[in-house]
Nanobody
Framework: QVQLVESGGGLVQAGGSLRLSCSASGRAFSNLAMGWFRQAPGKEREFVAAINWSGSNTYCADSVKGRFTISRDNAKNTAYLQMDSLKPEDTAVYYC?????????????????WGQGTQVTVSS
């Protein structure tokens, strides 16, 4: 089993920045691809960004490309989502997810492990 714990959410004004962290335990972190998803009230959970095992490959949704950056530190068993130029439409619960596959897939089905989520609220 893999346990994922997100942190770093909060309230920020439009145009501001936040960095989310996802700490993993229970399996060799360097053998987990990591993804970030988000879910706004009344909407489906949607893909945000993903990074493969080594961090050599990343993929971001068009809606956040150029504003959000995913990264990882395998020595710290932690993945990050740097969010800049935040917009009110970025308001959502953000979930960290882990996959046993060396992937940057945006499909929820590829991720077997999920965190509890952290709230991000962007005020206008």
């Amino acid at each position: 089993q893999v346990q994922l714990v997100e942190s770093g959410g909060g309230l920020v004004q439009a145009g501001g920045s936040l960095r989310l962290s996802c700490s993993a335990s229970g399996r060799a972190f360097s053998n987990l691809a990591m993804g970030w998803f988000r879910q706004a009230p009344g909407k489906e959970r949607e893909f945000v960004a993903a990074i493969n095992w080594s961090g050599s490959n990343t993929y971001c949704a068009d809606s956040v490309k150029g504003r959000f950056t995913i990264s990882r530190d395998n020595a710290k068993n932690t993945a990050y989502l740097q969010m800049d130029s935040l917009k009110p439409e970025d308001t959502a619960v953000y979930y960290c997810a882990a996959s046993r596959f060396n992937t940057v897939s945006g499909s929820r089905a590829m991720y077997a492990y999920w965190g509890q989520g952290t709230q991000v609220t962007v005020s206008s």
